[in-house]
C-alpha cells in the first residue's frame, strides 16, 4: 500500500513538472510583454530627463495637479495637457491618435508595466479635443480664484489667482462669513 508520504512525494513532484511546462511555454510562445514601443515627442528634449521622468512622471503630475486644484496655480511645465501636445502622434490623415491607444505613448509603457491608466477617463486623449469628460463641470478661471481665495482664509494654502487676483469686496466679505 501508498505511504501518504510517498504520495505527498508524487503531488509535489506533479506540481513541480507542471508548472515547469506552463512557465516554459509561456517564456516561448511569446505571452511575456514586449518592450514598449515610445513614440519620441515633438520637442528637442523632455521637460525631465528621460530616466527621471520615467520613474516619477505621476509625482510630477500629482503635484501639478495639487497645486492647481488646491492653490489656483497653473503652469505649463508638468501639465497633463502639455505632455499629450508632445507625445500625441498623427494618423495618415493628420487625425491625433489618443495617447491612450493601443501603442501610443502613454498606454505602451502601462500595459508593458501592468499599470492602470485612468487619467483620460476624464482629461482628453488628444490636444484640442472639445471637450473631455469633465469640460462642462470645470468651474471657470473666476471660480478658481474664489476657491483659491476661501481656501487662503480657511488657512489651507497661499492665494494665487489664476487670471485676475482683484476680488471685490462683497466677495470677500461672503467667503469671510
Known amino acids: ?90 494618423n495618415t490623415q493628420g487625425d491625433f491618435i489618443p495617447v491612450n491607444a493601443p501603442d501610443q505613448f502613454c498606454e505602451s509603457c502601462h500595459t508593458f508595466a501592468s499599470v492602470k491608466l485612468d487619467c483620460f477617463e476624464c482629461h482628453a486623449t488628444t490636444p484640442d479635443s472639445e471637450h473631455s469628460a469633465l469640460r462642462e463641470l470645470l468651474p471657470s478661471k473666476s471660480m478658481l480664484n474664489v476657491m483659491a481665495f476661501r481656501q487662503k482664509l480657511e488657512g489651507r494654502s497661499t492665494y494665487h489667482a489664476v487670471d485676475d487676483p482683484s476680488l471685490s469686496e462683497d466677495l470677500i466679505g461672503i467667503l469671510k462669513e
Not at 508520504?5 to 508548472?19: D, E, R
Not at 515627442?41 to 503635484?63: A, I, Q, S, Y
Open 1 to 90: 500500500m501508498f505511504s501518504l508520504q510517498s504520495i505527498t512525494g508524487v503531488i509535489k513532484s506533479a506540481f513541480l513538472t507542471a508548472l515547469t511546462l506552463l512557465l516554459t511555454s509561456v517564456i516561448f510562445s511569446g505571452a511575456i510583454a514586449a518592450e514598449p514601443v515610445i513614440p519620441r515627442g515633438k520637442g528637442e528634449f523632455c521637460v525631465e530627463p528621460t530616466d527621471v521622468m520615467r520613474k516619477d512622471h505621476m509625482k510630477f503630475l500629482l503635484h501639478q495637479r495639487d497645486a492647481t486644484v488646491y492653490d489656483g496655480v497653473r503652469t505649463k511645465k508638468h501639465s497633463l495637457n502639455e505632455c499629450v501636445t508632445c507625445h500625441v502622434q498623427s
